[in-house]
């Protein structure tokens, strides 16, 4: 199976110590987007993926190699906690804040590592109190983008921005103009049914005329039959 090359959008990086107004944004670029529907062709020396790092003003960046996660074996399907701990990373990479309903943070420190956290207390089982403790400690180490590739950087960055901002505006368009459409459809039903209620009273009112005025006439016959009794 190929793995086709896609980027996340950019996501919120929470700062382990908060300084000002300071905000990180992440978005990664993934090569082995398939590491789970596909892992018996993952190798130790696999890039999975590129992490780029900014906070407006300056970048940093790494590539994931899956040795940095799972050591120097080949990735083993059966191995139930290298899966659940790789889902873990690859959540908190896609922008998840939960992970197999458990909540989770994804956080940089002033050395520019991404800290991978799984939060609350672990259970009793031995793969929960596992699996918090190596993701607890499991760290990227990003590293400073050269200013010849800063513009490339700016570049990227900004046409994600750009089409997260086109992608907004088109939904938000097309949301317009789908309630446009359903209020439009609704006037024509509301004229519809309002000129079917004129029609219905308007005959209302013809059948009641004529009952009216039979009941007239047989009232006015009544009462010439009791003015010859008399």
């Known amino acids: 199976m190929t793995d086709k090359v896609c980027s996340t959008r950019l996501f919120r990086v929470e700062p382990e110590v908060i300084i000002g107004s300071l905000e990180f944004y992440c978005q990664t670029t993934w090569y082995k987007p398939n590491i789970f529907t596909d892992p018996e062709n993952l190798f130790p020396d696999d890039v999975i993926c590129e992490v780029k790092l900014t906070d407006c003003i300056n970048y940093w960046e790494a590539k994931v190699i899956a040795s940095q996660i799972m050591g120097n074996t080949t990735f083993n399907a059966s191995n139930d906690f290298n899966n659940k701990r790789l889902r873990v990373i690859q959540g908190l990479l896609s922008g998840q804040r939960e992970v197999d309903n458990r909540p989770c943070r994804l956080s940089v420190n002033s050395q520019h590592e991404l800290l991978f956290t799984v939060e609350g207390r672990a259970d009793s089982s031995k793969y929960e109190e596992h699996l918090v403790a190596v993701v607890d400690i499991w ?11 800063l513009s490339i950087v700016w570049g ?14 088109r939904l938000n368009a097309e949301s317009m103009k789908t309630l446009q459409e359903k209020v439009e459809c609704s006037t024509k039903r509301i004229d519809a049914l309002n000129r079917a209620t004129a029609k219905l009273e308007k005959k209302l009112i013809a059948k009641f005329s004529v009952v009216l005025n039979s009941k007239k006439k047989k009232i006015k016959e009544l009462q010439k039959l009791l003015e010859i009794q008399e």
């Open 139 to 149: 760290k990227l180490q990003l590293h400073p983008v050269r200013s010849q590739s």
């Open 156 to 169: 990227e960055l900004l046409n994600n921005v750009i089409e997260q901002t086109n992608f907004a505006e």
